[in-house]
T-cell receptor, first 112, second 109 residues
């Protein structure tokens, strides 16, 4: 069966510090990968998605970037965090077609 | 992708059926309707999806109107653990799953 791992679960970082969140999927190959962000009390905002190694589509211009160095690895990064980057970051995968999204357990980021 | 409209909140008595509506009046013929739920501080959980026909699985039933402009998610016997935010989304296969603000369902004891 397929599993998705996201870490860390919680993170507190000062403004201006860098960020790296990692997500890996097991049990499948060539998944579509996604990063979402959820601000407190809000809905999910699609940040990036990737349909293959090195292929990144950005949905929202911002302080963040994403990379996919391996087939089942998706990384969310920032060079300098802003207060507004605080939120709940979720990684997800799908097999494409009409197959559903499957989410990880998320990383709660607080920028202080 | 088509936009969906859901009521912001609903209450349901424990043991009763919870019927969560969703409007997607601009849906296209090749767009699927998906339902997810998110329990506080967790990642969203896939529930069910459909294109034209009604669907049922171990978690819920999905009723899609004949004109496909709306759908209803039915939790047949709601429990306290079904308290969550429920999201209805329409997906056309363009890789982008766009979530709205969902319906906050509260199951009452």
């Amino acid at each position: 069966s397929q599993t998705i791992h996201q870490w860390p679960a919680t993170l507190v970082q000062p403004v201006g510090s860098p960020l790296s969140l990692e997500c890996t999927v097991e049990g499948t190959s060539n998944p579509n990968l996604y990063w979402y962000r959820q601000a407190a009390g809000r809905g999910l905002q699609l940040l990036f998605y990737s349909v293959g190694i090195g292929q990144i589509s950005s949905e929202v211009p911002q302080n963040l970037s994403a990379s996919r160095p391996q087939d089942r690895q998706f990384i969310l990064s920032s060079k300098k965090l802003l207060l507004s980057d605080s939120g709940f970051y979720l990684c997800a995968w799908s097999k494409g077609g009409d197959s559903p999204l499957h989410f990880g357990n998320g990383t709660r980021l607080t920028v202080t | 992708d088509a936009k969906t409209t859901q009521p912001p909140s609903m209450d349901c008595a424990e043991g009763r059926a919870a019927n969560l509506p969703c409007n997607h009046s601009t849906i296209s013929g090749n767009e699927y309707v998906y339902w997810y739920r998110q329990i506080h501080s967790q990642g969203p959980q896939y529930i069910i999806h459909g294109l034209k026909n009604n669907e049922t699985n171990e978690m819920a039933s999905l009723i899609i109107t004949e004109d496909r402009k709306s759908s209803t998610l039915i939790l047949p016997h709601a429990t306290l653990r079904d308290t969550a935010v429920y999201y209805c989304i329409v997906y056309s296969g363009t890789y982008k799953y766009i979530f709205g603000t969902g319906t906050r369902l509260k199951v009452l004891a």
